[in-house]
């Protein structure tokens, strides 16, 4: 896809009034979906991201090896020409999962982590985790080899308000996890409450939390003003004003222990628009524009390379990328919506002018 068309920048001639360069980022969370929804969604994080932690909650799972392999290759063929955007892929925890498989997906590079879905926590997460106690011999081999396990936290005991599902998975299962597991490497997707920050930061030697772009933006009002908003839901669901300003000042304030997670997470709309809506948000086409608008709001910038391109790099012991990516204080703005056959996918924040705009990407120092 021509990139001039995903970004309409602003008349050329405007001067930008700054801008700043960074090593090329990553996304530690994604979800490129599969087939014509992956080819029509990826140019947007392949532009914006040198690397990406790729969700294996496909229909079905990625759980074996040979699945991510296969994955990973389908991703690779659908990367936009002279794209060098690398997968990193993921292995999907069920209760079946054994210790043995994972070691050697690990061993051989297939995957660089696993994903624990409660089981019907989010999207196609039906397959998922149970019993967390009963994958002990998973986690313990797990943590003897060093391979990091990602949490979607929320408990999924329906008799649990959905505003308080993060709170007390953190209470119920988190931490005698933590307890059991003590040398376990833990990531918290797509952390929506202040308590879940302070969680992290007292275990910061073993763990991280990502954050999304849209947990950065909008708080629970937002998803009912003027009308239910069905683009903004999302799981976990936003929380209330003082969680969404916690998230800000966790991801703009240098700690090593908070990084870059769009959960970027397309659905058509027709699945958004339905009697039961789909969650998800499709922020992958705005991600680094939205992120360092908010660094600048918070007069962060320079936080903003190490949130985008160094702390998750080294959490999962990887070198930062090679080359560059220059942001513009530039107008900028993006399509509303991506086509896809007779559908369309609509874009977090499309269609409104941004302050920001990616400027120069080069891919080698």
């Known amino acids: 896809m021509n990139l001039d068309a995903m970004f309409d920048h602003a008349a050329a001639g405007t001067a930008p009034i700054a801008s700043i360069s960074i090593r090329r980022p990553d996304d530690w969370h994604v979800h490129l979906r599969d087939g014509a929804l992956l080819r029509a969604i990826l140019p947007f994080t392949a532009a914006q991201f040198a690397r990406g932690n790729i969700m294996p909650n496909l229909t079905p799972p990625v759980t074996t090896p040979a699945a991510a392999k296969a994955y990973r290759e389908r991703i690779l063929a659908a990367r936009p020409a002279g794209s060098d955007f690398q997968p990193l892929m993921t292995c999907y925890l069920t209760d079946a999962t054994m210790h043995d498989e994972i070691e050697r ?24 985790v149970t019993d967390i106690p009963a994958l002990s011999p998973v986690l313990e081999r797990m943590e003897k080899i060093g391979m ?14 959905i505003f308080d599902r993060e709170a007390v998975f953190m209470e119920q299962s988190l931490f005698p996890l933590l307890k059991r597991h003590p040398g376990l490497k833990v990531v918290i ?60 000042k966790a991801a703009t304030s240098g700690e090593s222990c908070f990084f870059i997670g769009t959960d970027t997470a397309p659905h058509l709309r027709s699945r958004k628009e339905a009697e039961c809506c789909a969650a998800g948000v499709f922020g992958g ?21 190490a949130f985008a391109s160094l702390n998750g790099a ?13 942001l513009e204080r530039r107008e ?34």
């Open 105 to 128: 997906g690990y061993a051989e590079g297939i995957w660089i982590a696993a994903k624990l879905y409660p089981a019907g926590a989010t999207t196609n997460a039906h397959h998922g």
């Open 148 to 161: 990091p396990v990602l949490i979607h936290g929320e408990s999924t005991d329906p008799e649990i308000d």
């Open 189 to 248: 997707e797509h952390a929506t409450m202040a308590e879940t920050l302070d969680i992290v930061r007292a275990h910061s030697l073993r763990m991280a939390a990502t954050i999304t772009p849209h947990h950065l933006v909008i708080n629970r009002t937002s998803i009912f003003q003027g009308g239910l908003q069905p683009h903004l839901y999302c799981l976990p669901v936003a929380k209330r004003e003082r969680h969404r300003v916690a998230l800000r």
């Open 285 to 305: 086409a705005t991600a680094l524009q939205t992120y360092v608008h908010v660094f600048d709001e918070e007069g962060a910038l320079d936080h903003f390379e």
């Open 314 to 326: 080294r959490f999962y012991g990887l070198a930062p990328n090679a080359g560059t990516l220059v």
């Open 332 to 365: 900028c703005r993006v399509m509303p919506t991506v086509p896809i056959d007779n559908d369309e996918v609509v874009v977090f924040r499309g269609g409104v002018t941004l302050p920001w705009s990616i400027g120069l990407v080069t891919v080698a120092d």
